[in-house]
């Protein structure tokens, strides 16, 4: 069977960094584990035969990276005895599976590893479950290959021999540095890594003498383009500007000179004959475009020209999950730091030995007696991470005329995100504001049959007592809060508030005590989206977005899948 596209450049990007690791430094592979990601790992590893295999993990300490104190044999020895790290030994393919949770910490020690000369090749395996995660920017730019295998199946991902794969002869390119620049630059590249690593990639296809010799060959025109597509495909930001007409394109026509009047270096650039046209460099461009992952050129030309992409998220998400708490129990491990044996503080045996071990044989030339001599100093507090579920509450308005429409679209945004709960640990709830007041129809829950049957026949019409939904809103939040979740508010309303807190009519009341619950909703510390569901955009949801402190989304004509992609992208929590 023929292979993939992005199967055969995974196989190329394997060929080229197995003929120098040293100057590609390694590979970004955006695949979930499965049998191709299984299958690309061993092509990998035995392409790169003469390195060896390690594996290591976001939370891996700077002892298991740099080296530190062996506690057991210092003991046992009397003296300060090291043990190295990971990083200290032999060159190695270093594999950091769930590299999306990378934590900043680790980023920059790799990061720093990658620009030094240890000879460390790094495969980041990216298992997000959406494009807002990722790998951080300081591993992700100094990586040459950003490879995805999602959603590719295994029947047309064959073998392939990496080092049988060879590239026809052809011209050689004229100033490929140039044409590498440009060509990032077309591309809304702004990094000089990218160019430079194109290059390297274009020498590494004539093998690996040619990638590690001084007197390489030239670059060939079809080794750059492969090389182009490879390495700045992936990180294109823009589609390159469009040509200008031929009308604009012709230069005017130049004005005659008297050869009397031409100096002697003009006479000398006038009898000199013409070089060799430079190469076309639609041939690169072209190359990369064709590279682009399916769906990038749509979103690369809806984004303006020179705006940035989307940021990095955080390590475990970014706008994906909740707050990070720090605490001594459970989570993800944190290095330990000095401390004092109290309020319910969990010791770290091995940090307070390793801390304890150089001083030793100081401590028994002293008075005190004892085998091991501990100091308060020499204590060391174990520290966990743990990320708190979110809390996506929904407060819709189902007054007036339009209240099915906006009810059915929320509907459809809330079984959305709830099929994603699983893998972004969201709850999601559901309040409802018609009539006299507002109500709590669904309080926080993951389960998609209990939502189906809660907002299956709900009625729509009325007044819009926006005050008591935001009240309502507010102590769901506030309860959220207390059974350890984020909470974030997503309220759905034109704005127009006509009912006030007791229930009695006056729309210039309703207003004001809107505005006064809108501004408590505020110093709360809710993070609020306001998304204006009436035809055209009203001067009342925008002035009451500012007293929310919130973001101001018109969507008049959304259906659920982009009320449910605004909601994640607007509702941006702090990590």
Known sequence: ???????????????????????LKGIWLRARAGPVRARFLQMLSL???????????????????????DVAATLAAGRRVRSPGILAQLPSLLLLPMAERTPPGLAGRLAGMLDGDLGHVLVALDEGASEEEGLPAALAE?????????????????????????????????????????????FGIGSLRAPGLTLLAARAIAGPAAASTAGAPPISSAALELAAALVLAPRAR???????????????????TPPAELDRDDRDM????????????????????????????????????????PKAQSPSGG???????????????LPSRPGRLEDGARLDLVATLRQAAPWQGLRRRGDATGPLQIRRDDLRIRRFEQRSDRALIFAVDASGSAALARLAEAKGAIELLLGEAYARRDHVALIAFRGTGAE?????TRSLVQTKRRLAALPGGGGTPLADALRVALDTARQARGRGMTPALALLTDGRANIRL?????????MEEARRVARAVRAAGLPVLLIDTAVRPQSAAKALAADLSARYLPLPGADARRLSGAVTAALDLPP
């Open 319 to 333: 706008s994906q999950g909740g707050q990070q708490r720090r605490g001594n129990r459970r989570g993800r491990p």
């Open 238 to 256: 823009q589609l390159p500007a469009t040509e200008p007409d031929a009308a604009e394109q012709a230069d005017p026509e130049p004005e005659e």
């Open 1 to 23: 069977m023929t292979p993939a596209p992005a199967w055969l450049r995974a196989a190329w990007a394997v060929r080229l960094l197995a003929a120098d690791p040293a100057g």
């Open 270 to 309: 006038l009898d000199t004959p013409p070089g060799p046209p430079d190469p076309p460099q639609e041939l690169v461009l072209e190359a990369v475009r064709a590279a682009l992952p399916p769906g990038l050129l749509e979103a690369l030309a809806a984004r303006p020209v020179g705006s940035a992409p």
């Open 502 to 510: 007791d229930g009695s009519a006056g729309r210039a009341e309703a």
């Open 440 to 444: 709590l129809l669904l309080p926080p």
């Open 142 to 186: 100094r990586l040459a290959f950003h490879l995805d295998l999602d959603g590719l199946p295994i029947a047309a991902c064959p073998w392939i021999d990496p080092h049988a794969l060879v590239m026809e002869p052809s011209t050689v390119a004229l100033e490929p540095e140039r044409l590498a620049v440009e060509t990032a630059a077309a």
């Open 47 to 69: 392409a790169t035969a003469p390195l060896l295999t390690r594996r290591i993990h976001p939370a891996i300490g700077d002892e298991a990276l740099f080296g530190g104190i």
